[in-house]
């Protein structure tokens, strides 16, 4: 056979496959120690080892075959698959909303590329529809792709972009703007936008997904039209995040942008708002309110945007023995702002005093968050955050650090002025900082704790 017939199989699992003369894309029936397999061959990813043959199986998840254990196989049938959805043109229906989905790349946006066995960026937004029919039944859907990129790949640049193309679509008229992102750094995208673009007439939504577009177990599909809905129907005109509520296919939570976190890598359920609840849960006909205090959908089309970053900025993660070469590296190479993540209530070790004396001398602006994510910061509590206080470093409340990190850039993109960064820090945009937290806007439970097991059992059967 053709060596095409065999994408990225050596070694072993070349052999094997040559030998039963079985080719990729060929529907195989497996006879193993291990029982039975039948399933589509799959490439290989170029750097995979040569002792397992990959299939697809009916259910459509992919599983790994070890070689040693294959007694025969046999190919059935063949048919090279396309992974890649058509694009279709969106129906307009008389009446809906119009949302428009901007789309920047993420997992929303994928497919699998079998060759490297990486998820790549390359559904494009008008291709969706091809994947989700539903979202014709929820509103008059616009596409525009404005990036192709993974959201560790997003910044400055792309805050900016996307803070111009918002205004350009409310300006335009639109009922409410979705924005297609990876969820990696999907919360750093929602911060910037939440300060970059304010009094919105209209629902601003972040989505992306976990699991690609060509798994059984996605999740791309309903956040997509749980996003669409909320951005079409909403009261709700903020920058929010819309992704999974439950791990079941119950409902989504919106999260306000400047208070949601990723919590898991690979759950679906991964953003939880952090020391407070959701705005609202939303499901295909509804979207509930869950915080009585929100921004309302307007008929006008003002909009203000203040499209500013200063990108030498940078986060500190503080650990024990910490050295003071790290604040100085980063003082010395024209940082012009560090957030601090400190332990406890905002500390550091004393070794680090020096370090912070020099770069707050020099004009860098340093600002303290905690790494327990809830709680506030107390600096005046112990000695240690008195006296970084009396240094200069400024305590954020509760702000958690990537919204930190990003309201800093976009301060001092704004101005060099110390104090007037301060004030810009301290003052509340959109709930970054609040007051209190509610009681129940802490809450992390532990498996195999007797209550929390029976409270489980009453709603994971």
């Known amino acids: 056979m053709n060596e095409d017939f065999f994408q990225g199989y050596k070694g072993e699992a070349l052999q094997i496959l040559k030998k039963f003369n079985v080719r990729v894309w060929g529907v195989a029936e497996f006879d193993t120690t291990r029982g039975s397999f039948k399933g589509t061959v799959l490439p290989r990813a170029e750097n995979d080892d040569d002792k397992h043959i990959v299939i697809k199986i009916e259910t459509g998840y992919n599983i790994g075959i070890t070689t040693s254990t294959i007694r025969s196989m046999k190919e059935v049938s063949y048919f090279k698959a396309n992974y890649k959805i058509p694009e279709k ?127 059984p177990s996605s999740d791309a599909a309903l956040n997509l039209m749980h996003a669409c809905y909320a951005a079409g129907h909403g009261d709700i005109a903020e920058v929010m995040v819309c992704m999974f509520g439950p791990t079941s296919d119950e409902y989504g939570f919106l999260h306000r942008g400047t208070r949601v976190r990723k919590m898991h890598s690979s759950y679906r359920s991964t953003f939880r708002t952090i020391g407070d609840t959701p705005l609202a849960t939303v499901k295909r006909g509804e979207v509930k309110p869950i915080k009585k205090l929100y921004n309302h959908r307007r008929k006008d089309r003002s909009v203000q945007i203040y499209p500013f970053f200063e990108d030498r900025v940078s986060m500190i993660y503080f650990y024990p023995h910490m050295h003071p070469d790290t604040i100085d590296a980063l ?59 009396a240094m200069g470093v400024v305590p954020l409340e509760n702000m958690l650090p990537e919204a930190a990190y990003i309201k800093l850039g976009w301060a001092l993109g704004q101005t060099s002025d110390l104090e007037e960064v301060k004030r810009i820090m301290l003052a509340p945009v959109n709930e970054e900082i609040t007051g209190r937290e509610p009681y129940n806007g802490y809450l992390v439970y532990q498996g195999g704790v007797p209550e929390v097991e029976d409270f489980i059992r009453k709603y994971r059967k």
């Open 89 to 215: 043109e969106f129906p307009v229906t008389p009446n809906l909303p119009r949302v428009k989905l901007i789309g920047t790349g993420g997992t929303i946006a994928s497919r699998l590329d079998y060759r490297t066995g990486a998820v790549i960026p390359a559904f494009s937004p008008g291709e969706l529809y091809g994947a989700v029919p539903e979202l014709a039944e929820i509103c008059n859907l616009s596409t525009e792709k404005v990036f192709a990129v993974f959201s560790e790949n997003m910044g400055p640049e792309q805050y900016i972009a996307l803070a111009y193309a918002i205004r350009k679509e409310i300006e335009a008229g639109v009922d409410g703007i979705v924005i297609g992102h990876g969820t990696d750094t999907l919360h750093h995208t929602a911060a910037a936008l939440s300060f970059m673009v304010q009094h919105s007439p209209v629902p601003i939504v972040l989505v992306g997904s976990q699991r690609s577009s060509d798994r």
């Open 331 to 389: 003082t010395d190479l024209g940082y012009k702002g560090i957030i601090i993540i400190g332990t406890g209530l905002g500390h550091v070790n004393k070794e680090l005093y020096p370090a912070i004396q020099r770069a707050i001398a020099k004009g860098v602006a340093i600002f303290m968050t905690v790494q327990t994510l809830w709680g506030y910061v107390h600096m005046y509590v112990y000695d240690t955050g008195r006296d970084l206080m």
